[in-house]
């Protein structure tokens, strides 16, 4: 296992500036994960530490050696891709052992017999090795494709959206599957996402991007408690943070269009006109709360109710665990954890 | 009951088709099986008026066309029905008053029509299946401008470049040489073959290479073991066209070659006896040119339905 830098990296596509002065680096055995939306340039990132893709400017340093000059086979990194990532006229075994007979490494087929074993039993795909990768279901290819990326323990993982193509459950238990895996093996691994769910059960540290440029780099709690900018306030969080324009007077914040006025936080230097962020968890409702609102929706998931509160010409989201007695049309009274607040400048960088 | 009636006009469509493709059948058949007769037809029957439908077959048109003849003086007939050594084509042969005195040169343009025509398929589709992927996984400067050139040299019909083609060809010694025509062959092949593969490298998802390239292989040994085994539809219907351009090429084979490296489609009208056109070796030699292209036809057909057809439906 290795450690993985990257500095100042830059990459266009013809007038396309993809990504722009990227830099961060990866810990030996770390999970790492690179939040942001489509097009933000996750991918590129990979591509162009797997080598795939050639940077136009900056560094990209595998255990603290430059490894740009490297093509893609001699970096020996595992390359765990979206989808078509398996070879579809050979077999399970064959796929699997496909890294192994590389001409790089020159394994002998015996060895190579008992690494995809012992990878197949660790996935629980032994019975699936005869079979043509064609007939597999999209979570067993997915297994397949991740085996054929543990086999050869590589330097570094690379997984882009491994997750992204499988349906809401199965989701959900290979998530699982992969943290264990990766903190069993203690592998460095580099793993794309738009899902925020994803970064935040996985993650060690997330990078989140946005454009093409790192926003924030931090823990899950970093970036969940004190996200840099309204894009990562927004990006992290289900269902979304409360974003409301205000204006300070007086000691007071009032949220603009709205009823609700807060006491402005001493502690801090806030502009005139701002923008509060509360989290949804921070909108308690409770009959002794401080300002009342009218309920537009209630979306019940069991564990919690997602409630719509209308006030004045603003709408918040508030989750309440369990099951409500509110209805549609109700008044209902809520307050707003003061010490929970997060304040944006107009130009949405956290104050 | 407008389930019946639903089935009942189902059935009438497919009669309909049935029988449209059956007629569409016989009217291209009614060429090829009119060679077929009359390459098995004894000369009378041929340019018989009105034409005959029955008649008794013969081998005389094969003979005709695999051997040299000489006419024979009636002592010398005399003298070789006593013989007992005689093969049977001799006997055909002698019938009509002929000794058979060596082989043709059927066989021979034949050999060179599959030299010809199987190499230059072979160029042509492995170096269409290079450019193709070049064009297809590169970022190729001025890349639409290079496939339109390529496209643009089947837009001159190939007969108003024969007379430069053969000035040159005499220059360079290329005249009647079995490389002269490969190459031209290639060269004609080679636009269908970058333009028709590239289609399908183009099918082929890029992540199957980059997997092969991570995972510890050269750019050409993913090229070997990933793009080449997902291309054998497209590699066999290219093949196929190629194959039937060159094999069948009438014009410039006539042109560019004499006798070393000439093809069989310029020899065979050329098959004149001692007694005028031989109506049946002709049509013995039209029916044997065809069988190749059949077999290949038929042993690739799986891959061509599916490679004309590939692109046009989405999996």
């Not at chain 1, 990227?22 to 790492?32: L, P």
């Not at chain 1, 891709?81 to 394994?107: E, G, H, K, W």
């Not at chain 1, 209308?310 to 309440?320: A, E, F, I, M, R």
């Amino acid at each position: 296992m290795a450690d993985v830098g990257l500095q100042h990296i830059s990459k266009r596509f013809g007038q396309n500036l993809a990504l722009d002065d990227v830099s961060f680096e990866i810990k030996d055995g770390e999970f790492f994960v690179l939040l942001g939306p489509t097009g933000a340039g996750k991918t590129t990132t990979l591509r162009i530490i797997a080598g795939l893709e050639r940077q136009d400017q900056g560094v990209v340093t595998i255990d603290d050696e430059p490894a740009d000059h490297l093509p893609p086979a001699e970096r020996d990194v595992a390359f765990v891709f979206q989808q078509y990532s398996l070879y579809p006229t050979m077999t399970v075994y064959d796929n699997l052992a496909f890294p192994l007979r590389s001409p790089l490494r020159r394994i002998p087929e015996a060895e190579i017999k008992q690494r995809v074993e012992e990878t197949a039993e660790k996935l629980r795909i032994s019975h699936l090795l005869q079979r043509k990768t064609a007939h597999l279901s999209g979570g067993e290819m997915q297994r397949v494709s991740i085996g054929r990326a543990i086999v050869r323990h590589p330097r570094i993982f690379l997984m882009d959206e491994p997750l992204s193509n499988l349906d809401a459950k199965l989701r959900e238990a290979l998530r699982i599957e992969l943290s264990h895996l990766q903190k069993t093996q203690g592998s460095t691994t580099l793993f794309v996402t738009h899902d925020q769910t994803e970064a935040l059960t996985m993650a060690d540290r997330i990078a989140v991007l946005d454009q093409g440029r790192i926003v924030q780099i931090g823990s899950p709690y970093d970036i969940y408690d004190r996200p840099a900018t309204t894009f990562v306030a927004q990006m992290v969080g289900s269902p979304k943070i409360n974003l409301l324009p205000a204006a300070r007077e007086n000691g007071n914040l009032h949220i603009t269009d709205s009823p609700i006025t807060l006491p402005a936080d001493a502690s801090v230097e806030l502009p005139a006109a701002l923008v509060v962020g509360v989290r949804p968890e921070d909108v308690v409702i409770e009959d002794s709360g401080q300002f009342s609102g009218q309920v537009m929706l209630i979306e019940p998931l069991g564990m919690e109710t997602v409630i719509y509160l209308k006030s004045g010409g603003q709408t918040l989201v508030s989750t309440t665990p369990g099951i409500t007695r509110l209805r549609i049309g109700n008044e209902a009274r809520f307050s707003i954890a003061r010490q929970r607040i997060h304040y944006f400048g107009s130009d949405g960088v956290r104050i | 009951m407008p389930k019946v009636e639903h089935q009942g006009r189902a059935r009438a469509v497919k009669t309909v088709r049935v029988t449209l493709a059956i007629a569409l059948c016989i009217i291209y058949l009614i060429p090829v099986l009119w060679m077929l007769s009359t390459a098995f037809k004894p000369r009378e029957a041929i340019v018989a008026v009105p034409p005959k439908i029955t008649f008794n077959p013969t081998m005389e048109g094969f003979v005709s066309l695999f051997t040299k003849r000489s006419t024979l003086t009636r002592m010398q007939m005399e003298q070789y029905q006593q013989r007992t050594d005689l093969s049977w084509w001799d006997k055909v042969a002698l019938e009509r008053g002929l000794a058979i005195i060596g082989p043709s040169q059927y066989v021979d343009r034949v050999k060179n029509s599959l030299i010809i025509a199987g190499i230059s398929t072979i160029a042509a589709v492995t170096l269409g299946l290079l450019s193709a992927y070049a064009f297809s996984r590169f970022r190729v400067r001025a890349q639409a401008d290079w496939l339109f050139f390529i496209l643009s040299t089947r837009m001159l019909p190939p007969v108003v470049v024969t007379i430069p083609i053969f000035l040159m060809y005499r220059q360079l010694g290329l005249f009647d040489t079995h490389i002269g025509l490969i190459l031209l062959y290639t060269a004609f092949n080679l636009s269908l073959s970058v333009w028709l593969l590239k289609g399908f490298v183009d099918e082929i998802p890029r992540e199957y290479e980059e997997a092969a390239l991570v995972d510890g292989y050269s750019r050409w040994q993913a090229f070997r073991k990933i793009v080449l085994p997902q291309s054998v539809t497209g590699i066999a219907a290219t093949a196929v066209f190629s194959l039937i351009f060159a094999w069948n090429e009438y014009a410039f084979a006539l042109m560019l070659t004499s006798d070393r490296a000439r093809t069989a489609p310029p020899s065979i009208p050329s098959v004149v006896g001692t007694a005028g056109r031989e109506w049946a070796a002709t049509a013995a030699g039209s029916l044997l040119f065809l069988i190749p292209v059949v077999i290949v036809a038929f042993a690739v057909r799986k891959y061509l339905l599916r490679g004309i057809t590939f692109g046009a439906i989405r999996q």
